[in-house]
């Protein structure tokens, strides 16, 4: 079974790979358990047999492993909120906001220009501080894990991210948030 690899950078640059090889794959899933240090640590090097690619890990805004296999046991654990790709083709969904409870989709912009769409849904924090503080501790992680929707997952760079679009109302705001109308 093979997988696919899509890179995309600051530059809005994308660049995909394959490989079917077991050896080869079985080497960059070992790889995905250094998750963590995959945007911080020394450059991404892909090699083929014609050519070898050097990424700075600093100009990288995601990362894509289209797979069936199962990557749990290589992935950091990703807690009880999930986040999907979406796909242009999805038809639109309708956001959920409950006490307890969030599902909307959320747009994820990148430096150069490169922008992810999702739907995230899991627990929702209960007091507004926390709400707060959930959502700006995004851009402080080492790296936010997505699913794909056609199986595999994907890796964000929140040091290059410059924004996080959610497309549902704010029920109620944290402390210091600003409440504006677009103009």
Avoid: C
């Avoid at 790889?31 to 083929?48: C, E, K, N, P, Y």
Wanted: hydrophobic fraction near 40%; charge should be negative.
């Amino acid at each position: 079974m093979s997988i696919q690899v899509t890179i995309v950078t600051t530059a809005n640059r994308v660049r995909r790979f394959n490989q079917s090889d077991e050896t080869h794959i079985q080497s960059l899933l070992e790889s995905l358990r250094r998750t963590a240090q995959m945007f911080s640590g020394h450059s991404l090097i892909v090699a083929s047999a014609n050519e070898t690619e050097l990424f700075s890990p600093k100009a990288i805004t995601r990362i894509e492993i289209e797979t069936q296999r199962d990557l749990n046991a290589y992935l950091p654990h990703h807690g009880a909120t999930r986040v999907t790709a979406l796909d242009v083709t999805d038809a639109p969904r309708v956001p959920r906001i409950e006490d307890a409870y969030f599902a909307g989709q959320v747009d994820f912009y990148f430096e150069g220009g490169d922008v992810l769409p999702t739907w995230v849904e899991g627990p929702r924090p209960a007091g507004p501080n926390e709400r707060l503080a959930n959502l700006t501790r995004m851009f402080e992680q080492p790296f936010l894990l997505y699913g794909l929707t056609g199986g595999g997952y994907g890796l964000m760079n929140p040091a290059v991210m410059t924004r996080a679009l959610v497309h549902a109302p704010a029920d109620m705001l944290p402390v210091g948030a600003w409440r504006l109308n677009q103009a």
